[in-house]
Nanobody, 129 residues
Framework: QLQLVESGGGLVQPGGALRLSCAASGSTLDYYAIGWFRQSPGKEREGVSC????????DYADSVKGRFTISRDNTKNTVYLQTNSLTPEDTAVYYC??????????????????????WGQGTQVTVSS
């Protein structure tokens, strides 16, 4: 049974950077497209980025394009989200999730998260001076 655990969150000043990690256990990540999502209090969950099972295809929300970079190391069973030029609007709990195993590429409409599961427990990112 695939399980995902996020780490790397924390408190950072505006303009700072964090690298989030999504580590898998119970199964190899090779078969799964992986998405990063975030949710802040009072807001709906937002799809941030998605990467195909091979790592050859990536996609980003407009709000993070050019600032965030998703990558994966299947030998380490881990997916990363490098977050740069952070702003207070990036403050949220960040979650990673595996797409349905049928999808090796990020599914159409991946940002909704509806075709993803299981989910990790999340890691808090707070951007504040």
């Amino acid at each position: 049974q695939l399980q995902l655990v996020e780490s790397g969150g924390g408190l950072v000043q505006p303009g700072g950077a964090l690298r989030l990690s999504c580590a898998a256990s119970g199964s190899t990540l090779d078969y799964y497209a992986i998405g990063w999502f975030r949710q802040s209090p009072g807001k709906e969950r937002e799809g941030v980025s998605c990467i195909s099972s091979s790592g050859g295809s990536t996609d980003y929300a407009d709000s993070v394009k050019g600032r965030f970079t998703i990558s994966r190391d299947n030998t380490k069973n881990t997916v990363y989200l490098q977050t740069n030029s952070l702003t207070p609007e990036d403050t949220a709990v960040y979650y990673c999730a595996a797409a349905n195993r049928f999808f090796r590429l990020c599914p159409s409409g991946w940002w909704s998260g509806s075709l993803f599961g299981p989910w990790g427990q999340g890691t808090q990112v707070t951007v504040s001076s």
